[in-house]
């Protein structure tokens, strides 16, 4: 993982416990099964250093793909206890990649699991999360009927979406007054348009907020050209987006629907600055050290855009 840009996000992955206590470590011993090695492996790619997210995603797709998804095409043959790292391995994946393939493996793994009786509240708190990442709502609402006792935020409601043309990229406003997604469908086919993935609670993603938005030049450089999007995660944040877009008007974070709008976006940690023109992608650069030398880099993004 991407070491300094994507500290902020680990935190998300924990609290949504795509990682916990009970998730293996790549240095600890496994049990000797092919389904519990598949997952180590994993988690070792995860954590090796050098790789870009992009490098990162696609290494572990292509062992996913090679070790596990075989043996998820003929779930007969698989183990009960086994389920439990093809869960795992499955929600990791829905977390990184977000393809259709990986929400069907873990729906699989998690159905499993319940037939066999011995699926755990994290592992259904986890699935809810996995859910909630491909904005699978209406799923999300019945899993949590079905285990109330789960530690969850709550679904929110989702306000209808009147109209949505071709080419735009679909995000959801807080409701400032309300437990409440409101559908706000975005396009970026005309002109230099800056993209800022970030989130209230990554603290460089606040600092970077916070000194842009302090220096008149660049707050008016930026003013109506950029968006703060957040990334798409297992969790919503939604009071959370509400205290922050309430305190911060000049700084509004919207959340995505999903990833596939935003194909031009390769790496969600946070804070990651994109410069698009036309809806095409021409710059980009991850991270706000707490010196605040990303500044040169900002305004020259800026410049290379016209914009200042």
């Known amino acids: 993982m991407a070491r300094i840009a994507s500290l902020c996000w680990i935190a998300a992955l924990i609290a949504a416990g795509v990682w916990s206590s009970a998730t293996m470590s790549a240095t600890e011993t496994v049990v000797d099964s092919g ?59 829905a977390f990184y990649r977000q393809a259709p393939a990986y929400l069907r493996d873990a ?70 007054d309300a437990f409440r997604l409101v559908p706000e469908p975005i396009r970026f086919s005309d002109g230099a348009r800056l993209v800022v993935v970030s989130h209230p609670l990554c603290g460089f993603s606040r600092r970077a907020m916070a000194f842009i938005s302090d220096e008149p030049e660049l707050a008016a450089a930026i003013d109506g050209n950029v968006l703060w999007l957040a990334p798409v995660g297992t969790q919503l944040h939604v009071e959370v987006m509400q205290a922050w877009n309430r305190e911060h008007p000049s700084t509004p974070v919207v959340i995505p629907h999903t990833r596939a709008d935003w194909p031009m976006l390769h790496d969600w940690s946070t804070p ?30 800026l410049e290379r855009a016209a914009l200042l």
Request: glycine share 6%; aromatic share 10%.
């Open 272 to 301: 990651s600055f994109y410069l698009l023109q036309d809806g095409e992608l021409v710059d980009h650069f991850s991270g706000w050290p707490l010196d605040d030398s990303h500044r040169a880099r900002f305004v020259g993004m």
């Open 35 to 93: 389904a519990a090695a598949g997952y180590q492996a994993l988690l070792e790619i995860d954590e090796r250093e050098g790789l870009t997210a992009d490098e990162r995603d696609r290494a572990m797709a292509a062992l996913y793909d090679a070790r596990l998804r075989p043996s998820l095409d003929d779930p007969a043959s698989i183990e009960a206890v086994d389920w439990t790292w093809y869960a795992q391995a499955a929600h990791l994946m």
């Open 107 to 176: 729906r699989l793994a998690m159905a499993a699991l319940e037939t066999a009786g011995i699926a755990t509240r994290e592992q259904r708190e986890t699935f809810f999360g996995v859910l909630v990442a491909y904005r699978e709502f209406a799923a999300a609402r019945g899993h949590l009927a079905a285990h109330p006792d789960l530690e969850v935020e709550p679904v929110p409601a989702v306000a209808a979406l009147s109209a949505r043309r071709d080419g735009e990229a679909l995000t959801y406003r807080v409701d400032p």
